[in-house]
């Protein structure tokens, strides 16, 4: 059965992002409004995670300008993985659906709309994989190759070229939370929840 309506929130880690935070939050809300227009209730979370610069209060200004922008503040810098899923478990009461991206966006968005797609048709784990590493330096092919390999002969069930760039359902973040796990590994850890699960591919920028 699709789902025809639901809500979506789309969980940004930040640490020094000033930069960017405009820019991101405009492409987001662009796809936040197609995605209204086909019954989605779209909003954005950023997680500051301990920033320096002036990440924090930029939030606060999107967040009064912008009624689907949200924020979330960690008291210190914790690392990606651990700003990533504090912005998770914030998001599972306010979300059917959770989309994980940086705020570089080198991610392309408008994948957000498969990804939604796949939702519709019953995926409870989308992931976005990246379809070709040609941009990338011979060493970052080699050493990204071979963090894979690593990885998989120590028993770590990873979706190649892939990050953290997901959609997660609801049901699956619940489940999740049962791992318990202090030493944060996401992409290492989704795959093992053992719900339907798809993949996109795009053209990393």
């Known amino acids: 059965m699709q789902k025809e309506t639901f809500s979506l929130v789309i ?3 930040c640490y020094n992002e000033e930069a960017v935070l405009t820019e991101t939050t405009q492409r987001l809300l662009g ?14 979370l950023y997680v500051d995670d301990g920033s320096r610069d002036a990440t924090w ?7 009064a300008a912008h009624a689907e922008v949200w ?14 899923w504090a912005g998770l478990e ?7 659906a959770i ?54 002969a120590m028993g770590t069930d990873l979706v190649y070229n892939h990050a953290d760039y ?7 973040l619940q489940e999740f939370a049962n791992f318990r796990e202090v030493n944060l590994f996401l992409r290492g850890m989704f795959p093992l929840v053992g719900f339907k699960s798809t993949s996109v591919y795009y053209e990393r920028h």
Do not use: C
């Open 31 to 44: 796809i936040a409004g197609r995605l209204k227009a086909d019954g989605v209730s779209t909003h954005i």
């Open 90 to 96: 914030a998001a599972v009461p306010h979300a059917d």
């Open 166 to 172: 997901r959609l997660i359902s609801s049901r699956v």
């Open 11 to 13: 969980v940004v880690p």
């Open 71 to 84: 924020g979330l503040k960690l008291a210190v810098n914790a690392g990606h993985q651990h700003a990533l």
């Open 99 to 152: 989309v994980s991206i940086d705020a570089d966006l080198q991610d392309d968005p408008d994948v957000i709309l498969q990804m939604v797609a796949h939702y519709r048709e019953g995926a409870d784990l989308v992931f976005g994989v990246r379809d070709d590493r040609s941009s990338d330096s011979w060493f970052k092919r080699a050493t990204a190759q071979g963090f894979y390999r690593m990885m998989q």
């Open 57 to 63: 209060s930029l939030i606060n200004q999107l967040s």
